[in-house]
């Protein structure tokens, strides 16, 4: 069946540096991606999706790369900041109902 | 937020007793959704509705009903609240391919 995961539960950066938070997911004719931040007592914040048509797409410091040989993608966030410190989820869509599945998240720290 | 509230934002209830939980949605979306959040679970959805009065089961069903009876309000209602229904619920709402979720409700339940 399809999931989606993450590489890591946990990631820890140091305040100014790159961050690269992975997701794996097995359906390839998953079509369509979204990233969600989370902060501590929060509910997921959108971040940034991206269609299969593209390989990479940019935001305002965060990037997510596409790789459908491998079926992954990653986001990537530059110079971190503290304010970046919050769990990261990568969503597919199942086109059922406008469901999604969700990965069960990599928590990012900023260590200043 | 995204125009979506959630109450009560915290609640404490014995076992046995009945729960609802309430989302409302300023932004006239047609699909809502309720999730449960669970250490080591991620977010799994409950029941999730696309349109008024048009509702289904999604993976965590068991113990769990819902009522949308306007656009803007989707109700969770827990009949009788176990242990096991501890929780953070999360209400959200679609309009297109993302979705945009509430602030969360923490349930214990006692």
């Known amino acids: 069946g399809e999931s989606v995961g993450l590489h890591l539960p946990t990631l820890s950066v140091q305040e100014g540096d790159n961050s690269i938070i992975n997701c794996a997911y097995s359906?390839?004719?998953?079509?369509?991606f979204i990233w969600y931040k989370q902060e501590s007592g929060k509910g997921p914040q959108f971040i940034i999706d991206?269609?299969?048509?593209?390989d990479k797409r940019q935001g305002q410091r965060v990037t997510v790369l596409l790789n459908k040989t491998v079926k992954h993608l990653s986001l990537q966030i530059a110079a971190t900041q503290p304010g970046d410190s919050a769990v990261y989820f990568c969503a597919e869509p199942k086109f059922t109902g406008n469901q999604f599945y969700f990965g069960t998240g990599t928590s990012l720290t900023v260590i200043p | 937020d995204a125009g979506i509230t959630q109450s009560p934002r915290h609640k404490v209830t014995e076992t046995g007793t009945p729960v609802t939980l309430r989302c409302h949605q300023t932004e006239n979306h047609r699909y809502m959704y309720w999730y449960r959040q669970d250490p080591g679970h991620g977010l799994r959805l409950i029941h999730y509705s696309y349109g008024v009065k048009d509702t289904d089961k999604g993976e965590v069903s068991d113990g769990y009903s819902v009522s949308r009876s306007k656009t803007e309000d989707f109700l969770l209602t827990l009949e009788s609240a176990t242990s096991s229904q501890t929780s953070v619920y999360f209400c959200a709402i679609s309009g297109g391919n993302e979705q945009y979720f509430g602030p969360g409700t923490r349930l214990t339940v006692t």
């Open positions: 991206i269609r299969s048509n593209m």
């Open positions: 359906n390839s004719a998953s079509d369509y």
